[in-house]
């Protein structure tokens, strides 16, 4: 062993760069790696930090998307009471609210504002999910005027040390579902990791009254926990035998338990709005990713340590000669192999380390913190070692398996098989690289198409900002007069929900002309069309007269008006009855992931608070000062007021932010995969030039050139890269076909794509092959030729 240790430490003294480039080359493959098994890991531990999680279902109806899901408060009560094997149940507020609620805490004598999502549900939530109460009690939801907080808002609120029980929290504008406005801290439960539907939010009781006979509106999802999970399809097969589901308007409903644990993968809203969610294709496709960058490692590995073949085989054979058995000076290049590679996993984990400390990965949902993720970062050292030890077999059997005499005659290196092994290694490196390279870049080509995409209204001149209730019962039009008197603000409107931020929206169906139409219903004010841009393609726009009228007035977009051979002056709904007065074009407001979305701009006298405010800037207008007039208005009409304002570019970069997650991830790895087929090709190169140096000095004492010396070499490659392209080029066409398939609007697939990954790639290989000959080319062919 210590002999092996010996001759470890004299190939780091003597090869320096070589170990260098191979450490590096393996350590950025390994912190990849890990990086990926810790999203991987948080992707497929989404919701079992809950101790009850194994017994928790959603329910569901069998209608898919967001109207199977969401139901109404009479039905959820049905649902929960239906069953001995129900241990308790509780409703939960979506995606309503998610902007957050306007609340303020006496700080020093002076009101403190900020805004926080408050959710509604019933008093057993915390109990049902178990949660891990800091101070306070887990019950404390069962008096109405009571709160529970996560400890990261109490400690914003009240510092680390100041306890939050008793603490009183007042709501500047009403909260969905309660009638109470001072509301009283009574627990503090320990905040909830990223990956689990809850959020760390604040939680309280809905009243009991509201809406509880009420099977029309549905506004809630429902979770329940059972004493026996084996039990959930008898559970649900006992309900829909015995409910009478004509009470919600659909006689041929059923509803299924989803478990808990299975809501992630499920894929239903990509904007995170309703459920979080992801792709179980994603996270295989990340998978399969990791292992091609320690694939192309690993390779690379081999190739660099038998490049070393020509300075290291004469040192071999003399402890051959001198009695060293060939087993045991095997096992001490295996170890070497070893060695390195958990030189590089542990140089690695410092990568992964510092990427963490500096938050250098934000599109990564995961927290990368090496202890919380123990269990994978130990995952990753075996593999590193198992890489380690498949690496080193071919150059452990490779140096030494040369006899002595045929070491000083100096042809063993060119040997054909030993050219056709390295060379397909070299070659499995390069279509790896290919097919990144493509994969990326189609990624972001379905990026920009996705921002690029005429949505059917004018969003580059709209700046959005939000008010609270409050602000906007009082003061909206003096909101919006204020506003018009900076010339460079042409119109203020405003709705109840943001426009194009998300894949869903308040949602109703109605029967028209015989026909059930399911449609976002967007309730604005009169000048919404005008302030967005969107043209009315037949009958008329909305009037002022139409806010103040108790008749409500539609407008719908072109796929809703041809699913139901909708004509403008026909009567609507019955929710909200009223006419449609008209219709607009191809407009779409949720992402190009899913189809044609039905859409209704709904005017009328609801009296409902509308506080998302759309401001239309006039071309040319100084955006810097427009955005200090609007601040300062909101801040003249509620100084504690927290002011935020969007453009669209930021509204979409949340919309598409799986996207872009997705893109970068996959850029990055594409670089690194690149950046270690590099490093292999050096590797080859240098071998082969070493063993090609008495070839280059002859051609050169014939009169080659350095150009014909480059351009032989090269040619080798050009030929390598070409062979790569042709086999990564089809395995690339179908892997995009694929995931393009999850886009209901999707770019073509274009073959100048195809054409640049092969161009990067044949060019960086020639400047690599030509950088690491030019010295060869250049040298002295006398030394050369004598030195063989």
Request: hydrophobic share 45%.
């Amino acid at each position: 062993m210590k002999t092996i240790i010996r001759n470890f430490l004299s190939v780091l003294r003597r090869f320096k760069m070589a170990t260098a480039l191979n450490v590096t080359g393996l350590a950025v493959a390994f912190a990849a790696f890990i990086v990926i098994l810790i999203q991987i890991n948080f992707e497929r531990t989404f919701d079992r930090c809950h101790p009850t999680s194994g017994r928790i279902f959603r329910v569901d109806l069998t209608t898919p998307g967001t109207f199977g899901t969401i139901l109404p408060r009479a039905f959820v009560e049905a649902v929960i009471q239906s069953s001995p094997h129900i241990e308790a149940g509780t409703l939960l507020t979506p995606s309503f609210g998610q902007n957050g609620v306007y609340l303020s805490i006496d700080r020093d004598g002076q009101p403190f504002g900020f805004k926080e999502i408050v959710t509604t549900c019933h008093a057993t939530l915390p109990g049902i999910f178990a949660f891990p109460i800091v101070e306070g009690d887990i019950d404390c939801l069962r008096d109405p005027e009571k709160v529970m907080v996560p400890r990261s808002l109490a400690m914003k609120l009240f510092g680390e040390d100041a306890s939050a029980i008793g603490k009183t929290l007042r709501a500047e504008e009403s909260i969905w579902t309660k009638s109470v406005q001072l509301l009283t801290i009574g627990a503090v439960y320990k905040d909830f990791p990223e990956n689990t539907q809850l959020r760390n939010v604040i939680y309280t009781a809905i009243d009991p009254d509201y809406n509880v006979r009420n099977f029309g509106a549905s506004n809630w999802v429902c979770y329940l926990l059972l004493d026996d999970p084996a039990l959930a399809d008898d559970v649900a097969d006992n309900f829909n035998r015995h409910f009478d589901f004509k009470k919600i308007g659909r006689e041929d409903e059923q509803i299924c338990l989803v478990p808990l644990t299975d809501i992630y993968y499920r894929n239903e809203t990509q904007d995170g709005g309703t459920f979080r969610s992801g792709s179980r294709e994603v996270t295989n496709l990340l998978l399969g990713i990791a292992l091609l960058i320690i694939v192309v490692a690993g390779i690379n590995f081999t190739n660099f340590s038998t490049s070393l073949a020509p300075l290291r085989i004469k040192s071999i054979n003399t402890q051959k000669v001198l009695g060293s058995p060939e087993g045991l000076l095997r096992r001490a290049l295996w170890v070497e192999a070893v060695l390195v590679s958990f030189i590089a996993w542990l140089v690695s984990l410092s990568i992964v380390w510092g990427l963490d400390i500096v938050e250098a990965l934000p599109f990564i949902d995961a927290d990368l913190d090496l202890i919380a993720n123990l269990p994978v970062v130990l995952l990753s050292g075996v593999i590193a070692l198992i890489t380690g030890l498949i690496a080193g077999i071919y150059p452990a059997f490779y140096i030494t398996s040369f006899p002595p005499a045929l070491v000083l005659k100096g042809s063993f290196g060119l040997s054909p098989a030993g050219r056709k092994l390295r060379t397909g290694l070299i070659c499995i490196q390069f279509v790896v690289s290919i097919l990144l390279i493509i994969g990326a870049s189609f990624v972001r080509v379905q990026n920009g198409y996705m921002r690029d995409f005429s949505l059917g209204f004018d969003k580059d001149q709209v700046a959005v900002v939000e008010l609270n209730s409050r602000m906007y019962d009082k003061h909206h039009e003096t909101y919006k007069n204020r506003l018009k008197e900076y010339p460079g603000i042409e119109d203020v409107a405003f709705s109840m929900e943001k426009v194009g931020s998300k894949d869903g929206y308040n949602t109703n169906e109605v029967t028209y002309k015989d026909k059930a139409i399911q449609y976002f219903m967007i309730i604005s004010s009169s000048n919404i069309l005008r302030v967005l841009g969107i043209p009315v393609i037949e009958g008329r726009d909305f009037s002022k007269a139409d806010e103040l009228s108790d008749k409500v007035s539609y407008i719908f977009n072109r796929p809703a008006s041809l699913q139901g051979d909708m004509r403008a002056g026909d009567s609507f709904g019955n929710y909200a009855p009223g006419r449609l007065i008209g219709f607009v074009g191809d407009v779409k407001l949720t992402s190009l992931r899913s189809g044609e979305s039905n859409i209704a701009f709904v005017v009328g006298n609801f009296g409902y608070t509308m506080p998302v405010s759309y401001i239309r800037l006039k071309a040319g207008s100084d955006i810097h000062a427009a955005v200090n007039h609007i601040r300062n208005v909101v801040t003249e009409l509620d100084p504690s007021y927290p002011f935020h304002i969007e453009f669209y570019d930021e509204i979409f970069n949340h919309l598409y932010r799986k996207e872009e997650n997705l893109r970068d991830l996959v850029t990055i790895f594409s670089l690194l995969a690149i950046m270690i087929s590099l490093v292999g090709v050096f590797g080859f190169v240098m071998f082969e030039t070493q063993y090609r140096r008495k070839e280059i000095g002859i051609r050169k004492v014939h009169g080659a050139t350095v150009g014909e010396i480059l351009s032989m070499f090269n040619r080798t490659y050009l030929r390598i890269v070409g062979i790569c392209f042709v086999i990564a080029a089809p395995i690339a066409w179908w892997g995009v076909k694929q995931w393009l398939e999850g886009f209901a609007y999707k770019t073509p697939i274009h073959g100048w794509v195809f054409l640049i990954a092969l161009l990067l790639v044949t060019v960086i290989t020639l400047l690599t092959v030509s950088f690491q000959n030019w010295k060869a080319a250049n040298e002295n062919p006398v030394n050369s030729i004598k030195s063989e």
